[in-house]
């Protein structure tokens, strides 16, 4: 599977951004996919996961109301629709797909094998 992010950009603080995750392979309805996020000088951090099987989305407790994380399997893309947007929103933005992540892991880095590239999002005061 490879992944490709686009999407970033540069954003006034309350503006709204959408990400797009493309995928290669045929078994993209099967994987659960992901969005990580990873701002200047800090770690990586989990933001939002949809697993299509078994029907759940994630969305990490600092985001929850403001993104939004859904999917399209025809298209194979996978999307983060962020609101509200604010400066420490700056960030690349990363997607990441697995083809077996318990629901217990699904905000863990490890749980994935495929990374996109990462989109950068800049939000301005």
């Known amino acids: 599977v490879q992944l490709q992010a686009f999407g970033g950009g540069l954003v006034q603080a309350g503006g709204s951004l959408t990400l797009s995750c493309v995928a290669s392979g045929d078994t993209f309805s099967r994987y659960t996919m992901a969005w990580f996020r990873q701002a200047p000088g800090k770690g990586r951090n989990f933001m939002a996961a949809?697993?299509?099987?078994?029907?759940?989305?994630d969305i990490a407790d600092s985001v929850k109301g403001r993104f939004t994380i859904s999917r399209d399997n025809a298209k194979k893309t996978v999307y983060l629709q962020m609101n509200s947007l604010r400066p420490e929103d700056t960030a690349v933005y990363y997607c990441?797909?697995?083809?077996?992540?318990?629901?217990?892991?699904?905000?863990?880095?490890?749980?994935?094998?495929?990374w996109g590239q990462g989109t950068l999002v800049t939000v301005s005061s």
């Open positions: 949809y697993k299509f099987s078994g029907g759940y989305t």
């Open positions: 990441a797909a697995s083809p077996s992540v318990i629901r217990r892991k699904v905000a863990s880095q490890t749980a994935y094998a495929y």
